[in-house]
């Protein structure tokens, strides 16, 4: 088996996106000895899809759960898998898996950098950038991803309801907007 260097031991430097993506399998596969559930329930993406993200990124690898299907997904997941891909701006496997690994990776409770066992958010905002540039361009105001996520979704004219905050009367706006 590969071993990802640790994410916390990582200096700055520029984002590279296949090392990006073995953070998150890294920090899939600690949550799977960690017995959270399957791989494909932590990253939620079928085996078969596991298995070609890993053939694209980390040939050798072994991974379990290949033979499981892609788990179940939530409305709250799912609405932002669809504005994921919508916003990023191309049509790759590359995309479809990110996008999938960031809308499961966002109903986890911490900053979805952390979530994802990312060193940092520029990391994240690095991967996106790399892997779904129209997503990155469409957040310039650099609201932290999971706010951004949710406030995209919410100013659809369909939802009438909306859990967000109002960010230009929330006292906590400079946190999310603040820079990587």
Same mark, same amino acid.
């Given at each position: 088996?590969?071993? *990802?260097?640790?994410?916390?031991?990582?200096?700055?430097?520029?984002?590279?996106?296949?090392?990006?993506?073995? *953070?998150?399998?890294?920090?899939?596969?600690?949550?799977?000895?960690?017995?959270?559930?399957?791989?494909?329930?932590?990253?939620?993406?079928?085996?078969?899809?596991?298995a070609a993200l890993r053939d694209r990124f980390a040939p050798g690898?072994?991974?379990?759960?290949?033979?499981?299907?892609?788990?179940?997904?939530?409305?709250?997941?799912?609405?932002?898998?669809?504005?994921?891909?919508w916003r990023a701006g191309v049509a790759t496997p590359e995309a479809?898996?990110?996008?999938?690994?960031?809308?499961?990776?966002?109903?986890?409770?911490?900053?979805?950098?952390?979530?994802?066992?990312?060193?940092?958010?520029?990391?994240?905002?690095?991967?996106?950038?790399? *892997?779904?540039?129209?997503?990155?361009?469409?957040?310039?105001?650099?609201?932290?991803?999971?706010? *951004?996520?949710?406030?995209?979704?919410?100013?659809?004219?369909?939802?009438?309801?909306?859990?967000?905050?109002?960010?230009?009367?929330?006292?906590?706006?400079?946190?999310?907007?603040?820079?990587?």
């Open positions: 088996m590969l071993h *990802f260097p640790d994410p916390f031991a990582t200096g700055p430097g520029p984002v590279i996106p296949a090392e990006a993506l073995g *953070f998150i399998l890294a920090q899939g596969l600690r949550e799977c000895a960690a017995g959270l559930g399957p791989l494909t329930a932590r990253l939620g993406l079928s085996g078969a899809d596991l690898l072994e991974l379990p759960d290949l033979d499981l299907p892609r788990p179940e997904a939530g409305p709250d997941q799912q609405a932002i898998e669809t504005l994921i891909l479809r898996w990110l996008a999938a690994i960031l809308a499961r990776r966002s109903m986890e409770t911490r900053h979805l950098w952390e979530d994802l066992g990312l060193p940092s958010r520029p990391w994240l905002s690095g991967m996106i950038a790399h *892997f779904l540039p129209g997503l990155a361009a469409a957040n310039a105001r650099n609201m932290r991803w999971k706010k *951004f996520f949710y406030r995209q979704i919410c100013s659809d004219a369909a939802f009438s309801l909306c859990l967000s905050p109002s960010c230009d009367d929330c006292d906590e706006r400079a946190a999310c907007f603040a820079p990587d």
